[in-house]
């Protein structure tokens, strides 16, 4: 289950809550992953700068949200005000291989950042997955100009071998504040049939509809039904559409779109297709806009997705675990092994990380595979952690094997208790103790108080 999102914040904080957003509350089973585009994010130089050295408000803002539930921020990645978030469950980390970003400027003639393509590919189960959020340019005129600039950024190529194309992958979803208007129709009209709910009377002039009519690379994209307002132009923390000088004639400019290669490849052949030989299928289940949030004149859009993937990988390439019980009061152990054909390196760590991690740099402790092996077979290998790297307090934690030639986990282990360190409890207990029966020499009682 996939819940992707995309919102325009206009240079906006973080609002004080995105359960619905998320849809935390929802009844049914939760999320696997959380795929949240933003754009016009605040890049001033300054919160740029600031942003390049440590996490944006944004990635920590969803971090603190979803780490608690069990998720990890896999990858980002960011452009001036365009930022991607990907967000997984942990159980699925050992099975998301060749991860990588990507960023396409397509602003002043592809000299600025302020309009193109953030990217974040991977391989999830053996599939290759590909997250595209965009914003292209503005105005009602530009249609040509949305279009060039998507193509552009459809030909970006990721560094390194073996890597498809973006539109070689198995699944691509193509998502943002894609800009494009609704033509022809005046102000008047396109409002008085949003008032009326007559949304269809508007699809036939929508921009985007009216380009995958005519545009061989856009045909193979699919989006479900705009049944819900177009989300621009809003006045800020209202629904009401733009009362400003301007007026702007309200359209659908935040969309979610997806392709699967294999249906493109087939339907040319449909007869012949059968769906034993689908081994990746998508289905959208909700595809809403969210009139809640008022922080910018956009209302954000997100697309609920189920993916069902016939898995190509289904045994990780690490089994770690910890040996016996653990304590911070003594030395402790990690048994691992690895598939023979895994591609080990020097370079490869397990880190200790509490159950809420948030991304994989978020560990509490660490040990190079190589540097603290203790012994070696060919069926298992030991690695030696010291007591003076283990939490006083102890506590849930996991293991995770750190692969270098993968830049990703590949391992990860059932959450264990760490036992506290109970001498240094009972030291600290005594000390809290013998405070509280000392009474200060320079402490006199003042009746007139």
């Known amino acids: 289950r996939l819940h992707l999102v995309t919102w325009n914040v ?7 809550d995105v359960t ?6 929802s009844l049914g089973p939760t999320m696997d992953m959380y795929v949240i585009g933003l754009q016009e994010v605040n890049s001033r130089i300054t919160n740029f700068l600031s942003d390049l050295a440590f996490d944006d408000p944004w990635s920590i803002f969803f971090m603190t949200v979803l780490s608690p539930l069990g998720y990890i921020k896999l990858s980002s990645v960011r452009m001036q005000g365009l930022l991607l978030l990907v967000f997984v469950k942990h159980v699925h980390l050992p099975f998301i291989r060749d991860i990588h970003t990507h960023y396409t400027r397509t602003g002043l003639y592809g000299y600025w950042g302020n309009k193109g393509g953030v990217t974040v590919r991977m391989s999830l189960y053996g599939h290759t997955i590909c997250f595209m959020n965009c914003h292209l340019p503005a105005h009602i005129e530009n249609t040509e100009q949305r279009l060039d600039d998507f193509e552009k950024i459809l030909e970006m190529q990721f560094e390194g071998e073996n890597i498809p194309s973006t539109l070689d992958h198995d699944v691509l979803f193509w998502f943002g ?23 269809n009377l508007l699809w036939e002039k929508d921009q985007l509809n009216m380009a995958k009519k005519k545009e061989a690379f856009l045909q193979e994209f699919i989006e479900g039904p705009l049944q819900f307002k177009p989300t621009y ?18 359209a659908w400019t935040d969309r979610i779109l997806w392709r699967v290669k294999n249906l493109c490849q087939h339907a040319s052949k449909e007869d012949e297709f059968s769906a034993e030989e689908q081994t990746i299928s998508v289905t959208l289940n909700n595809y809403i ?27 990780p390439l690490v089994m770690l675990n910890p040996e016996g019980e653990w ?22 760590w397990i880190g200790l990380f509490k159950v809420a991690f948030r991304h994989v740099n978020d560990y509490v402790t660490y040990a190079w595979v190589e540097d603290d092996e203790i012994s070696s077979n060919k069926d298992r290998k030991q690695v030696y952690m010291s007591a003076a790297e283990i939490p006083d307090m102890g506590g ?10 993968f830049q990703s ?19 600290d207990l005594t000390q809290e103790e013998n405070s509280w029966m000392q009474k200060p020499d320079n402490l006199e009682s003042h009746d007139e108080f």
Not at 10 to 16: C, Q, Y
Not at 20 to 25: F, I, R, T, V, Y
Not at 332 to 337: C, E, H, Q, R, T
Request: aromatic content about 12%; hydrophobic content about 35%.
């Open 20 to 25: 619905s957003l998320l849809q935390l509350n």
């Open 396 to 405: 849930e934690f996991l293991l995770c094997y750190y692969s270098n030639n």
């Open 233 to 250: 132009k809003f006045d800020l923390y209202s629904d009401v559409y733009d009362t400003s000088e301007k007026k702007r004639k309200p």
């Open 10 to 16: 206009g240079t906006a904080s973080p609002p004080p």
């Open 327 to 348: 304590s911070a009061e003594h030395d402790v152990l990690i048994s691992y092994s690895a598939v023979p054909e895994f591609p080990s390196s020097a370079w490869d």
């Open 177 to 199: 504040d894609l800009n494009f208007r609704i033509a022809d129709y005046g102000i008047h009209f396109v409002r008085e049939s949003i008032n009326n709910k007559r949304y």
């Open 409 to 427: 986990i590949v391992g990860i282990s059932q959450p264990f208790q760490i036992q506290p360190n109970r001498a240094l409890m009972e030291k």
């Open 289 to 315: 806009s969210h009139m809640s949030y008022g922080i910018s004149d956009h209302k954000p859009v997100t697309g609920t997705f189920g993916l069902e993937l016939k898995p190509l990988l289904s045994d």
